[in-house]
Antibody
Framework: EVQLVDSGGGLVQPGGSLSLSCAAS????????MSWVRQAPGKGLEWVAN????????YYVDSVKGRFTISRDNSKNSLYLQMNTLRVEDTAVYYC??????????????WGLGTLVTVSS | QSALTQPRSVSGSPGQSVTISCTGT?????????VSWYQHHPGKAPKLIIY???KRPSGVPDRFSGSKSGNAASLTISGLQADDEADYFC???????????FGGGTELTVL
């Protein structure tokens, strides 16, 4: 059974840092590019970042470029999101997500339960 | 404000059909046949129910169907069941720079 378990969320002050993790099981992580998606309170979902299979290519939504870093350790079946210089508007539930196909795009087939990040003073 | 526009809520009685709309632009919904739909029960992981506009992943009943016309996509749920009560959100590929955009979500109430 495929499972994605997000963790690492919490309360942090503006300007602070937080590191999220996503533990993958039930499939070979190295076979898929992966993503982080977030949902702010009362708002719709927003794609945050992508990383390719080997971790050599990374893409970000403009609002987090230079502040967030996506990474992966395929040997540990884990995906990460390092979030620095956090802003109030980064407050959201963060989900790791796996696409339906190992390459190309059709949709996110598997999602984690999400981890809540609250940025507040 | 989300890039794709969905109604905030829809409702229907058991056995009835409901349709949820998802309106975008030629830069997303209208430009690609990569619309996907997700069912999200609070506290659970979102579930992919439609991809590539009208395809169903294995295990998703054929009561769920998707379509697209121009810049608008739709999800139709027929034979409503109590367990269908959830949030539904649409998603569209939007090019290599933007990647994907989502709708704001629609809360489905089964009366």
């Amino acid at each position: 059974e495929v499972q994605l378990v997000d963790s690492g969320g919490g309360l942090v002050q503006p300007g602070g840092s937080l590191s999220l993790s996503c533990a993958a099981s039930g499939f070979t992580l190295s076979g898929y590019w992966m993503s982080w998606v977030r949902q702010a309170p009362g708002k719709g979902l927003e794609w945050v970042a992508n990383i390719n299979h080997e971790g050599s290519e990374k893409y970000y939504v403009d609002s987090v470029k230079g502040r967030f870093t996506i990474s992966r350790d395929n040997s540990k079946n884990s995906l990460y999101l390092q979030m620095n210089t956090l802003r109030v508007e980064d407050t959201a539930v963060y989900y790791c997500a796996r696409p339906l196909y190992s390459s190309g795009w059709a949709g996110f087939e598997y999602w984690g339960l999400g981890t809540l990040v609250t940025v507040s003073s | 404000q989300s890039a794709l526009t969905q109604p905030r809520s829809v409702s229907g009685s058991p056995g009835q059909s409901v349709t949820i709309s998802c309106t975008g632009t030629s830069s997303n919904v209208g430009g690609y046949n990569y619309v996907s739909w997700y069912q999200h029960h609070p506290g659970k992981a979102p579930k992919l129910i439609i991809y590539d506009v009208n395809k169903r992943p294995s295990g998703v009943p054929d009561r769920f169907s998707g379509s697209k016309s121009g810049n608008a996509a739709s999800l139709t749920i027929s034979g409503l069941q109590a367990d269908d009560e959830a949030d539904y959100f649409c998603c569209s590929y939007a090019g290599s720079y933007t990647f994907v955009v989502f709708g704001g979500g629609t809360e489905l109430t089964v009366l």
